[in-house]
């Protein structure tokens, strides 16, 4: 029996994983994280567009503060998100983007004096004010009130992974790659590690800590054309779910990307629309203006994939062999602007496609596919699951600041903004607890997962994992996409499940313990069903349309009946299917009311009598405070308070609003 001890054990190396990995450093723990490749390979280097974060430097920027941010979080959401969560997190973001900053990422800076934009299709010019110049710069991104998305060229994931990850190991914590978490080790209501595979060996370890943060990101693998890497397969959220205790969070709740180059999927960014790309038709018509007169292009992604999907249906795609597609023209921008800003896009089209987008009237074929896992492993503010010991942040997580709908640029925001806050409320439970468990029940789960993998080695003529993932995708993509209807949502249930049971009987044709992507495939692909079926089975049920979440059958958002959290756990090993519960979201509590999100179809909610009251509540608190002379802060904490470290909920200095 292999057993490794750590204080602090952190499943994932991307930008959530890692920041939290510093938080455990910093007060000196034993600190180990497990990852399946390198850690800067993981996903989120592959961010391009942009970090939100209200620092208010730029002249498009100027006047943003958090409380502008917690609106466009909210709104953006459509009302499905925590909002106590959306502000510790919009009040901590300027701080991460600073922090970033100290350790070396070279975000793009102001520069004084004149420029010019693509702005809703036409040249701007405007002026840089000397006092910024220097300060960190921000771009059009994820259809927010202000330009807040900070970022490094279109390599912005990129250089703050790799910042992340330099100090994480600056400061001693211990790396250990190709080691994949497929079981949380729990006793009694408590977490003390997870049975990790060594791919290269083969054996299965347990790494026992005193607790235990899984940062593995996202599902999008289930679908079958997705932005996401190959690595995002929810598995390990699949051994959460395989619990029995710990809730997912919302798993209906998947944004679809507008932009992702025909046909591999590779994403081109919300930037190239930020900086004033513009999405074609057949005709080389700019039609997004026709259906969203104020955001055009840049209205949230739920809304911008859907009006994609009308305008292919009303004939206005483009046919190729991989399907109809739209085109999006970032050459109105000019070579100078692409070969600065938007390089990796250029070469990803040139590379995968042939194209030069650089050259006027040559533009990308792209159309909407899985890009973001909204929903996740279910914890509270502090990021704690129901079981103790256990949490979770970043993309993993339902920390629940996206509700329906993450805002583009919020989610790197969130991967570090969550690393620091839950990060830090996650290696103080460690510093405080004790990891006393028996060798005997160590050992119980390490038998459990070996003799799950030899069943699998030594069963004949089973069932093909690889055809039972395609299957998967496919069933997937078909029913659980933009639009979906109660008819092929049972389809995917009922086809799921049977892949459910199937999947049991599992069998492969190489037959080692050891690197076989054979074996992989075959225990991933067991846990990739149960999370499609969360996905699949939660969608059936919410019968409402809200943010990504579109039913054909119930196109309104329901607030009288929906204003609810789906979570979904496997109350039985041998089950087949999830069992869901809800968590009400109470009106009374939240700082801003349902209301209109400003942007897609007008009178499409069915409203929550609440609503009202409360929007009224908040306008007379809010008046009475402000012939008190009270601030916008003191405001704030009347509506409603919330927790956070007194390090990041402190005031930040911006242009206009010293300290
Ligand atoms: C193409 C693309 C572009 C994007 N661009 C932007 C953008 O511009 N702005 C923005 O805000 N967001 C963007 N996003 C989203 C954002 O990048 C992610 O949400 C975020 O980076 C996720 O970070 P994370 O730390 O939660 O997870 P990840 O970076 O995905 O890291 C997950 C880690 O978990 C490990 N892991 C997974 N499973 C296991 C297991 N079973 N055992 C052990 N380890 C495991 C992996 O090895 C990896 O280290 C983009 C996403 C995509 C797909």
Known sequence: MKIVYSDALVVGGGLAGLRSAIGCRQLGLKTIVLSLIPVKRSHSAAAQGGMQASLGNATKARGDNEDIHFMDTVKGSDWGCDQKVARMFAATAPKAIRELASWGVPWNRVKAGEHSAIIKGQKETFQEDEEAHGLINARDFGGTKKWRA?????????????????????LGTEILDRKEMVAVIHYEGKCYGVVARDL???????????????????????????????????????????????????????QFHPTPIVPSGILLTEGCRGDGGLLRDVDGHAFMADYEPEKRDLASRDVVSRRMLEHIKAGKGIKSPYGDHLWLDISILGAEHIHKNLRDVWEIAHCFNGIDLAQKGVYAPVRPMQHYSMGGIRTNARGETKLKGLFAAGEAACWDMHGFNRLGGNSVAEAVVAGMVVGDYFAEHCKNSQAEISTEVIQGFLDREQAKLEAIIQRENGENPFKLKAQMQELVEEYIGIFRTEEGLQKAVDGLEEL?????????????????????????????????????????????????????????????????????????AEDTMPTLEYEELDIMEMEIAPAYRGYGPQGMIIENEKSAKRA????????????????????????MPFELQERYKARIERIGEPL
């Open 616 to 639: 009224q509540e908040i306008e007379e608190i809010t008046q009475k405070l402000k012939e008190d002379g009270k601030n916008r802060w003191e405001i704030q904490d009347a509506l």
């Open 150 to 170: 900070c970022y490094t060229g279109d390599a912005t994931g990129h250089s703050m992974l790799y910042a992340v990850a330099n100090e994480a190991m600056r």
């Open 500 to 572: 459910c049971r199937r999947s049991k009987n599992i069998s492969i044709h190489y037959k080692e313990l050891s690197a076989n992507p054979e074996l992989e495939e075959a225990y991933r692909v067991q846990k990739m069903i149960k999370i499609a079926l969360c996905v699949a089975k939660g969608a059936l049920e919410r019968k409402e349309s809200r943010g990504a979440h579109s039913r054909e059958d119930y196109p309104k958002r329901d607030d009288a009946n929906w204003l609810k959290r789906t979570l979904a756990y496997w109350k039985n």
């Open 200 to 254: 290269v060996t083969g054996e299965l370890i347990a790494f026992v800590s005193k607790g235990t943060l899984i940062a593995t990101g996202g599902y999008g693998r289930i679908y079958k054309n997705t932005t996401n890497a190959v690595i995002c397969d929810g598995v390990a959220a699949g051994a959460v779910l395989e619990t029995g205790i710990v809730r997912l969070g919302n798993m209906e709740a998947v």
